[in-house]
């Protein structure tokens, strides 16, 4: 058995970072993530006149309750979701001019449901270019609060973002959600916002944010569920392999953890302990159709593994997979194809065909992270695939290529 320490969630570590800045008090954030994503978001708290400390498995983070510390600053967000839509939320609690900007991958990646949303709350937000997509400035006064309704159907982010918004108003938070997508993570929101102080029930499509405001404490941050899918599934895929992710188990807050239970479905031996999780090959793979509208960024794990089951695999219901770093259903049905395997797809679905990936081929990653972590998996048992872009994994696995070489090797 194979044991894998997998780096900090970069979903915990976003959440964690603007509820440590908006909290009272100095946030000690135990084994965060280090990564592009989170050294952009920290960064961009540093520019906007919060106190962030880095040191080895520690960062720490002075709240500001009020607000930015600057009353100027320019924030670039790099290619970081949470970042371009989480920062300029928490930036229009202080009083001051922010602008935002981010990479071209970014500025492509929509923003408009939630700055509709902080438009209603009496935000004064401008875009600097398309609407409702990055470069954008913030002319901040403070949030008043209210009731507003949200389609959060593209990405639950825009949730995320406001919910984390709603304890820092004068008067708090009614949001109702008409659609929602990937709900776990918001259910990773409210945990987080309730750890830290806040006050946020859910009423049927409804969630109620009192305006308590945040209260600072030491905050350990869990491995990242996502990307312990690739090494999940590598050891679903190789007979006689298993792996064991410790700090993963049944009280995880990351919904995408449930990534086992469909390599269960699909005959792997699956233990999910209090502290962690393993996965053995019992050398079957059979084929399913899943819906994964909760656990979409594991989406692409599934499809790279998928030829290599006795069965078509069909994933459902994962629209949103197309507005993420790349249209990740259509990379993975071209890389797939490229590689010799029948792939048919819809607007939210894609099919796929059992058969032997045959290579050299060079994966087109479109500078998506998950596209390289998903295809090692394949490269597994297909010799000659390549990347275009192998460093792109700084994003959120600096380190991943050597890790899962590592892991590859190990008998």
């Avoid at 259910?187 to 209260?215: C, H, K, Q």
Wanted: charged letters at 20%; aromatic letters at 6%; glycine letters at 10%.
């Amino acid at each position: 058995m194979t044991v894998i320490d997998i780096p900090g969630s970069k979903s915990v570590t976003a959440r964690a970072l603007f509820l440590a800045a908006a909290a009272e008090g100095t946030t000690t954030l135990l084994r965060p993530l280090v990564s592009d994503d989170t050294e952009g978001f920290a960064e961009g708290l540093a520019a906007l006149g919060y106190a962030v400390r880095r040191e080895p498995g520690a960062w720490h983070v002075e709240g500001r309750p009020a607000g930015p510390g600057a009353d100027t600053a320019d924030v670039y967000c790099r290619d970081g979701a949470t970042t371009a839509r989480f920062l300029p939320a928490l930036a229009a609690t202080g009083r001051g001019t922010y602008r935002f900007d981010a990479s071209a991958q970014m500025r492509r990646r929509p923003l408009g449901p939630l700055t509709a949303a902080l438009r209603t709350l009496g935000v004064d937000l401008r875009h600097g270019g398309e609407e409702g997509h990055h470069p954008l400035a913030v002319h901040a006064r403070g949030v008043r609060g209210g009731a507003l309704t949200l389609d959060a159907g593209q990405s639950s982010q825009y949730l995320t973002a406001l919910l984390m918004l709603g304890p820092l108003t004068a008067e708090g938070l009614d949001i109702t959600v008409t659609d929602l997508v990937s709900e776990p993570y918001v259910e990773i929101t409210l945990a987080m916002m309730r750890s830290f102080g806040a006050d946020v029930r859910r009423e049927g499509r409804t969630y109620r944010v009192a305006p308590t405001g945040y209260r600072a404490r030491t905050y350990a941050v869990e491995p990242d569920a996502s990307t312990a899918s690739y090494f999940f599934a590598a050891a679903a895929l190789e007979p006689g392999r298993s792996v064991t992710v410790p700090g993963l188990g049944t009280g995880a807050l990351q919904g995408d953890l449930a990534f086992v239970d469909v390599l269960r479905r699909m005959g792997a031996d699956v233990e999910i302990g209090r502290d962690a999780t393993t996965v053995r090959s019992t050398g079957t793979l059979r084929g399913l159709t899943v819906n994964m509208r909760d656990i979409s960024d594991t989406m692409p794990t599934l499809a790279a593994m998928a030829p290599f089951a006795d069965g078509p695999v069909r994933i459902e219901d994962v629209a949103n997979t197309r507005v993420k770093e790349c249209d990740r259903l259509d990379a993975c049905a071209e890389n797939l194809r490229r590689l010799g395997i029948t792939v048919r797809t819809g607007p939210d679905w894609i099919e796929i065909h059992p058969g032997t990936p045959a290579g050299p081929v060079g994966i087109t990653t479109r500078g998506d992270h998950r596209i390289v972590m998903s295809f090692a998996v394949t490269a597994l048992r297909t010799p000659g695939i390549t990347f275009d872009d192998p460093g792109c994994v700084k994003k959120t696995f600096p380190d991943f290529h050597r890790a899962f070489d590592a892991f590859a090797r190990t008998p």
